[in-house]
């Protein structure tokens, strides 16, 4: 098949799973809706998530993971999609510090996401067409709140866990602020209390590419087939940058030349950093819905966790129970060291039992994905002790 | 790990830990609030949490050291005393601790005062270097002292601010706190006579420990 095709069938394949997944699912009727920051309920809702491993007869070791922003409940097994390995096979698995042999692990996709919960190419129930930019604009608050529903609908009173990286971890905090007695343990990283100016900046740059696409028609692209493809992929490509360290680039591509051995004079992409960002843009075009990009993106943006507290972060946390582990990497500059910090501050202001690591790597913001061996030997103690505290053997 | 086996590294703890700690953690009230900067692999606030049932927190600089709490499940705050402490809220904990690391500080007043702002007591464990060892090395050598336990040149010790028993207590009148208990331990770890006067302290006390409050 030629590579067009392949692209073709797998954007298909993208498409159907946000109506139908290869995954589980649970709906809710629109008698049941989730009521959205934005002030409109959007019901009916689906929520696709997986699951790993045993709930125990107590329902006390269900750990919660959430991903992000174009990340999918897709956690330890292969995707769907793609067909390449689970996201976060590092971390979770039998024996792995996130435990399957031992903890029941819990992911679903974000409401405004594409792989299968309730985003904008789901069907509108009061027009039979997919929303596109007709859902109300979706919050980290919406996100949790959707994630307590299926919680609920698990019957699970109490989370061992919420862990997640990155807009993953802004989840776990947004968990741990409005739902403190439900979360027995907590692990952001990499993560915020608060979207910075400089990330809603290159947030916007992203939107912008997709909105300047003549593909995307303002949001109404699913009715003719024509996708945003070029918008998108100039999106990710930019975001792509963001997520590695200067010095990883340099390590990785330096100045070397992809498959020549000297410069074309032309605008073809003579460099292997310009191949390897290319290629990113295109392959994530197959599996990412522009619409969801715009969707999640803003949810990051709005995040300020403070905010809801008169101003105070250490307010956001007063009193709380919860055990928390944060951890930063000192080459992250899109959530810096000193994110983190501001929150571990506002923990021991509100005198909670918190851990921090700052963990040195040049992987820069996506080391929390890959295979640091601190990241993993950090979370495989802390978890340990928490399930000791729990009572879990 | 098997309760038996836990039980053994409890006494292996106890059996392992320095005498200075030991000491320490007898100062501690039990199920106190305690704060431990420079926790170091994080002894002292095992020690204080199995043996006291203290709530222990720790501060440590290094990554290795963090994380070897984190692993212990011990809460440890990678930070730095001359920079952090000042982010603590006020009366947060019972008993900040700093044992051998005020000689390393770069502000050891600005530290010590942030101690007595964040826990009613600090307790603080240091070096003296009024020791009679140090001052015969200075006095005939002509050279910085170099010990068994003060093992570094003076070109790459990580102690920037030694000072003596007298200094120390010195220090503590000047920002206004109270001692309520100061223990003076030899080179073996047994304290020198309590009733001893303080020349005597001051010579023979190879570390000092001082229990302080903050006066009201």
Same mark, same amino acid.
């Given at each position: ?50 699951? @790993? ?8 070791? *269900? ?54 919960? $309730? ?59 409005? @739902? ?28 912008? *590419? ?7 028609? *303002? ?77 999640? $993106?803003?949810?990051?943006? @709005? ?16 009193? $709380?129970? $919860? ?18 910090? *501001? ?51 | ?150 093992? @570094? ?64």
């Amino acid at each position: 098949m030629p590579s067009e095709e392949i692209a073709k069938s797998a954007s298909a394949a993208a498409h159907l799973e946000a109506e139908t997944p290869r995954s589980l699912v649970v709906r809710f009727p629109e008698s049941d809706p989730l009521m959205m920051d934005a002030g409109v309920p959007v019901g009916p809702l689906q929520i696709a998530y997986q699951t @790993y491993g045993t709930l125990n007869a107590a329902k006390s070791n *269900a750990v919660l993971i959430c991903h992000a922003l174009t990340g999918d409940q897709h956690v330890a097994n292969e995707h769907p999609v793609t067909g390449k390995s689970g996201w976060w096979e590092t971390m979770v698995g039998p024996g792995k510090p996130i435990d399957t042999d031992r903890y029941f692990i819990i992911c679903s996709n974000v409401i405004g996401g594409c792989m299968g919960t $309730t985003g904008p190419a789901s069907i509108n129930p009061s027009t039979g067409l997919p929303y596109g930019l007709d859902l109300p604009v979706v919050t980290i608050k919406d996100m949790v709140r959707a994630q307590a529903k299926l919680v609920d609908y698990l019957g699970i009173d109490t989370l061992f866990c919420v862990a997640g990286g990155s807009m993953g971890g802004m989840q776990v905090l947004q968990w741990a602020a409005l @739902y403190p007695d439900r979360v027995f343990s907590a692990i952001p990283i990499a993560a915020a209390a608060r979207h910075s100016s400089q990330n809603i900046a290159f947030h916007e740059v992203g939107r912008q *590419a997709v909105m300047a696409d003549p593909d995307w028609q *303002a949001g109404r692209y699913y009715e003719n087939g024509l996708k945003p493809s070029k918008g998108l992929a100039v999106a990710r490509m930019a975001a792509h940058i963001t997520y590695m360290s200067d010095e990883a680039l340099h390590r990785k591509f330096g100045r070397k030349l992809q498959d020549r051995s000297a410069p074309t004079f032309s605008f073809d992409a003579d460099f292997q950093i310009e191949s390897y960002l290319r290629h990113q843009g295109s392959s994530f075009v197959e599996r990412f819905d522009a619409n969801s990009y715009l969707y999640v $993106t803003r949810a990051m943006d @709005y995040f300020d966790l403070a905010a809801d507290y008169g101003g105070s972060l250490a307010q956001a946390f007063k009193g $709380t129970k $919860t055990r928390f582990c944060v951890v930063s990497f000192t080459s992250d500059w899109l959530f810096p060291t000193s994110d983190s910090r *501001a929150v571990v501050h506002a923990l021991n202001a509100g005198g909670a039992s918190v851990s921090f690591v700052e963990i040195e790597t040049d992987k820069g913001h996506d080391a929390f994905l890959l295979d640091v061996p601190e990241l993993l030997s950090t979370t495989r103690g802390f978890l340990g002790a928490a399930a000791r505290a729990r009572g879990l053997a | 790990m098997t309760e038996a086996q836990r039980h053994l590294s409890d006494e292996a703890i106890r059996a392992d830990a320095r005498v200075d700690l030991l000491l320490i953690a007898d100062m501690v009230q039990r199920n106190a609030r305690v704060l431990d900067v420079g926790c170091g692999d994080g002894t002292l606030l095992r020690l204080l949490s199995e043996q006291r049932g203290v709530d222990a927190r720790g501060m440590e600089l290094s990554q290795r050291g963090v994380n070897d709490c984190v692993a212990k499940g011990l809460s440890v705050i990678q930070g730095d005393a001359d920079v952090d402490l000042q982010d603590y809220p006020d009366d947060g904990f019972d008993y900040v601790i700093l044992s051998q690391t005020l000689q390393a500080t770069r502000h050891p007043r600005r530290v010590l005062e942030h101690m007595l702002r964040i826990g009613r007591h600090a307790i603080v464990s240091f070096p003296n270097f009024g020791h009679w060892r140090i001052r015969t090395q200075l006095m005939f050598k002509g050279r910085m002292p170099v010990t068994e336990n003060l093992s @570094y040149t003076w070109y790459d010790t990580p102690n920037i601010h030694f000072c003596t028993i007298r200094d120390f207590v010195g220090l503590v009148n000047d920002i206004g706190a109270r001692i309520e208990r100061g223990v003076a331990l030899d080179r073996y770890g047994a304290p020198v006579r309590v009733n001893a006067p303080w020349w005597v302290w001051n010579m023979f006390g190879e570390q000092g420990v001082f229990l302080l409050k903050r006066k009201d």
